[in-house]
Each structure stands twice: as C-alpha cells, then as structure tokens.
C-alpha cells in the first residue's frame, strides 16, 4: 500500500512527515476569492499559483503556512502536493459552517485530498495523521468510522487507511516543539483559518489585531449570507470588544485530523 502524509501546516503533521517518510505528502490550503486575503509578500501569489494549478487570490491561514509548507519542502526533501476546494465563499450561497455543520473542513481539506487521491491511484492509501500520544480518543473516533479493514470512505469509495505515528510511538507534544527548535521551518503562531470558529471569542479578538483583513472576511461573510459561524455572538461584536488581557495561544486543532495538527 502506498504511503501519503496529511499536512497541515502545524508542528505535530510537519513532525511525521520529518520522522516518518512517506511516498506522498499532501496539503489543502483554504482560499478565499477576497483580494484584502492576499498575502502581504506579494511573490507568494504566483508561486502558491503555480502550486495549485489556478490563479490564486487569498487565504483565511496565516500567511506564514504558506512558508512552512515551503520550507517544510525543503526540509524533509521531498515534495508537497499542494490542493485546494472551491473558494470559502463559494461553498454555499446562503449560510457559513458552525461548530455543527463543519462543512468548511469537508470540502476545502478532506473532498481536494480525496479528489487528489482520485486523480493519482487506483487503489487506497494508508495516509499518516499527526494525532500525538494521548490524543487516543480522537484517533479511536476516526477509527471507528472506518470499515472492518481499518479504510475510511469518502462519498462511500473507502480510499484511505488512516494511521497515527505518533500515537504508536508515544510522541507527545512537547518532542514535537523540541525537535522543531532551532530548526529552518517556520511556523505561525496558530495554525488554521485565523478567524476559525471553534476559537473562543478573546483568541478571535486577538486574531483581529493580527489578522485584521483576514478578519473582516468573516464579518462581510457573515453580513453576506445573513448567517453567523458562532450562534452565541457574532465577529461585528468580537471585533468590539477591547482585548482584556494577553492570550497564551494554545495549539487548538479540530478531530478532523486535516485542520489543525
Ligand atoms: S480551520 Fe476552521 S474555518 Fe478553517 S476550514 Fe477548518 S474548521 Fe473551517
């Protein structure tokens, strides 16, 4: 069986493609269509163009993902196959995804991967996932959709078999941060969409003074389609709020095992 690692521009996904080489390496970057989303280093745009086969525009991510997929290129020598969805504003016309109906990670992370999978083979993968040690439950909740053979499906094709290096090998988080030090990858402070729903509302404050453009395509978003990503408030009133205290960032990632990690 072949063998592809999951990137997703975070320590722990970087960590296993470094110990842990693979045939393949794959990773789905989230665009948006909104030109105030492009990068700063204007000489991103047609480098992250070239890489993903369409004229790109804007990304909710850090710009710094962008050069840690590129650095970690460089890094583990070989190459990252880099794909992408439609464009975050384009996934439906009429409401954005929530902590319930997540369909962002669906069809900008795990339907391009699957679509990538389609393209290049014929037969499932076993595709390494960066849950580290004590992350047990989440690996167990993946596991359990999987069939009797340990592959998961997509659209009912069952394509790839997942697997957890980290878990086996009982890596925890602080190996991971350790190994990185000193190392020639960059990473951004947090990993994901900046203005990602699952964050609480002070870390998604603090994301407004870092992220300011990225930002406000959440709120025309959410004034757009006439629909909120967090039911309890909305990122209009997130943007309001003056910032309390500094935030220790932790490094949140969701059990999908393609955001975050
Ligand atoms: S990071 Fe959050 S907003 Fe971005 S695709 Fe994943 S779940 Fe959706």
């Given at each position: 069986m072949k063998t592809c690692t999951s990137i997703s521009g975070g320590q722990s996904s970087a960590y296993i493609a470094a110990k842990y080489p693979t045939?393949?390496?794959?990773?789905?970057?989230?665009?948006?269509?909104?030109?105030?989303c492009a990068p700063k280093d204007k000489g991103l745009i047609k480098l992250v163009s070239d890489k993903i086969g369409r004229d790109f525009i804007g990304t909710l991510e850090d710009d710094i993902i962008i050069h840690t997929i590129l650095d970690l290129e460089q890094h583990i020598g070989s190459k990252i196959d880099w794909v992408v969805g439609k464009h975050f504003e384009d996934l439906r016309k009429t409401s954005v995804p929530n902590i319930m109906w997540r369909y962002c990670t669906e069809l900008m992370k795990i339907k391009p991967m699957f679509k990538w999978w389609q393209e290049n083979f014929s037969e499932p993968i076993q595709m390494n996932i960066g849950f580290r040690a004590g992350e047990d439950k989440r690996a167990k909740n993946m596991l359990d959709r999987c069939n009797e053979d340990g592959l998961r499906?997509?659209?009912?094709?069952?394509?790839?078999?997942?697997?957890?290096?980290?878990?086996?090998?009982?890596?925890?988080?602080?190996?991971?941060?350790?190994?990185?030090?000193?190392?020639?990858?960059?990473?951004?402070?947090?990993?994901?969409?900046?203005?990602?729903?699952?964050?609480?509302?002070?870390?998604?404050?603090?994301?407004?003074?870092?992220?300011?453009?990225?930002?406000?395509?959440?709120?025309?978003?959410?004034?757009?389609?006439?629909?909120?990503?967090?039911?309890?408030?909305?990122?209009?009133?997130i943007k309001k709020h003056k910032p309390q205290h500094e935030i220790d960032f932790d490094d949140w990632s969701c059990d999908s095992g393609y955001c975050g990690l």
């Open positions: 045939d393949y390496n794959v990773f789905a970057l989230v665009t948006v269509r909104d030109k105030d499906a997509y659209n009912k094709v069952y394509w790839q078999k997942p697997h957890f290096p980290m878990i086996e090998d009982n890596v925890h988080r602080d190996k991971v941060v350790n190994y990185w030090r000193g190392k020639d990858v960059r990473f951004a402070v947090q990993n994901n969409c900046v203005g990602c729903f699952h964050r609480n509302p002070l870390t998604l404050r603090k994301m407004f003074d870092l992220h300011p453009e990225k930002m406000e395509w959440f709120i025309k978003e959410e004034i757009k389609k006439d629909a909120r990503f967090k039911s309890d408030i909305s990122y209009a009133d």
